[in-house]
């Protein structure tokens, strides 16, 4: 098989970089090289060697169009489906502690195999036509590869007692109390000497994941806000809303319409990062590319900001470790 040339597609807004787009004549693939190790020249083109070789043994696969011996509850057309629970014990592939999506797209030409880094999820993506099963014998097929990339993923750490997580760049122990905080859901008790500090999240202990996820929901937004005003005010411009949500490819967004969204794991990341993202978005207002313009913009509100982005290169992606894959204010 040729492949074809690597081309850089314009960078996307989520402040990891640039999007790889590799062709294989046939096949077009959009690489995200958060997805690999963070880095530029080498360490990219490695990353990227390696992905090559992987998407060969997927091609392989399916032109040796393998049908095998799963069986999968049936999806409904245009369905985002979840493989039936049993067929994945039966399979297997319960063993390899990853949610499994087949998902069906008018769009798509062929079975297309994906491991989700944040979600921790094995995306597999068919065209309309093509059935389950023909996907789930695909699945097995690649299970090394799937196994390999779950492999590169750091262990996950809900939110339960005793875990500890970051806010705001520092280290706290998750304590449930089960009784009733004075101080609202959720209070914070200053490190001291040797021990971390505390974030005592009250009431039912059933309920104090979902407590804590709206309580850190609520702290994202409130220092977002007070962040994305005062670039605004640095720079003359105007936020019509600032949202946060729980975002998987970004950290941030900017509207035509003049809304900013970010996402809520920013609260987990030192100060700094929150406010570069803030700045970003920002500058966005005025800029909508990551032209010369846009990056002076930044700069002149966030001089930081090159330390903002490089600790993002390396330790964003850590953010989604924590608390649950997906998340919702309530
Ligand atoms: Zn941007």
Redesign the pocket.
Known sequence: MEWGRVERTRAR?DGTGPYERLSTGRDNVLWNSRAGVFASGHVIAEAIAKFRKALERMVRTIVANYCGELRMAQAKASDHTKIDADAIAASGLSELGADFQVRRHPAARRLTLRVSRTRRAVIVTLPMQCDLVEAGSFLHRNLDWIRERLGTIPDAVPFSAGAVIPLRGEPHVLVFTGKRGADGPVSREAAEGTDYARLMVGGMDQYAPRRLTDWLFDQAQRDLEQAVLRHAGNLGLKARRITVRDQASRWGSCSTTGTLSFSWRLILSPPLILDYVAA?EVA?LAEMN?GPRFWALVRRTMPKMDEAKQWLQIYGMDLHRYGPATASRR
């Open positions: 807004c970003h966005h990551h």
